[in-house]
Nanobody
Framework: QVQLVESGGGLVQAGGSLRLSCAASGRTLSSAVMGWFRQAPGKEREFVAAISWTTDYADSVKGRFTISRDNAKNTVYLQMDSLKPEDTAVYHC???????????????WGQGTQVTVSS
């Protein structure tokens, strides 16, 4: 069983930065596809970024967010720069076997961390 725990969320002003971490336990995830998704109140969960041998980003975050991984620490990161109020959401990391923007392609999910961007 894989457990994913996110951290690093918080309150930040528009234009600021945050770095989210997702620590995995229960299995080495060096070969897994790791993704970040977010869900704002009243909205569906949406794709943010994914990493396998390459990376993929939603158009809304491309150029501002960077996904990376440290296999030695079994951890995935999401560096978020130039944050906007519309980035406010609960951010979840997920693990799967196929790089995808679809939530149903990821078998394991973390509980999420809140990111709030004030204007």
């Amino acid at each position: 069983q894989v457990q994913l725990v996110e951290s690093g969320g918080g309150l930040v002003q528009a234009g600021g930065s945050l770095r989210l971490s997702c620590a995995a336990s229960g299995r080495t995830l060096s070969s897994a596809v790791m993704g970040w998704f977010r869900q704002a109140p009243g909205k569906e969960r949406e794709f943010v970024a994914a990493i396998s041998w390459t990376t993929d980003y939603a158009d809304s975050v491309k150029g501002r967010f960077t996904i990376s991984r440290d296999n030695a620490k079994n951890t995935v990161y999401l560096q978020m720069d130039s944050l906007k109020p519309e980035d406010t959401a609960v951010y979840h990391c997920a693990a799967g076997t196929i790089r995808s923007r679809r939530t149903n392609q990821y078998a394991y999910w973390g509980q999420g961390t809140q990111v709030t961007v004030s204007s």
